[in-house]
């Protein structure tokens, strides 16, 4: 079973900065795609950013030009550079990974608190 760990979620301000990483136990060069998703409390899990073969990005209008996602292959490991957050990113944030071997796979989630 392939893991994904997630973490540097914690509080902020409004402005302020967070990057959350995602470890895989898996080599990452397996992983056909890697995303971060975040629920906030009443709503349904969104796709916040992707990246594909750890080359193609794509991200959510409500992010762009705020959040970078990027992948260390050195180090298994994506993450997810937030900047300019704002209280309406408040959410848990998940990992996630696809792969042919083993398909997809979820990390247990960080959480994110922006105060205005």
């Known amino acids: 079973q392939v893991r994904l760990v997630e973490s540097g979620g914690g509080w902020v301000q409004a402005g302020g900065s967070l990057r959350l990483s995602c470890a895989v136990s898996?080599?990452?060069?397996?992983?056909?795609?890697m995303g971060w998703y975040r629920q906030a409390p009443g709503k349904q899990r969104e796709l916040v950013a992707g990246?594909?073969?750890?080359?193609?990005?794509n991200y959510a209008d409500s992010v762009k030009g705020r959040f970078t996602i990027s992948r260390d292959n050195a180090k298994n490991t994506v993450y997810l550079q937030m900047n300019s957050l704002k209280p309406e990113d408040t959410a848990v944030y998940y990992c996630?990974?696809?792969?042919?071997?083993?398909?997809?796979?979820w990390g247990q989630g960080t959480q994110v608190t922006v105060s205005s």
């Open positions: 898996a080599s990452i060069f397996t992983i056909n795609a």
């Open positions: 990246i594909i073969s750890g080359i193609s990005t």
């Open positions: 996630n990974a696809v792969a042919p071997d083993w398909g997809s796979s």
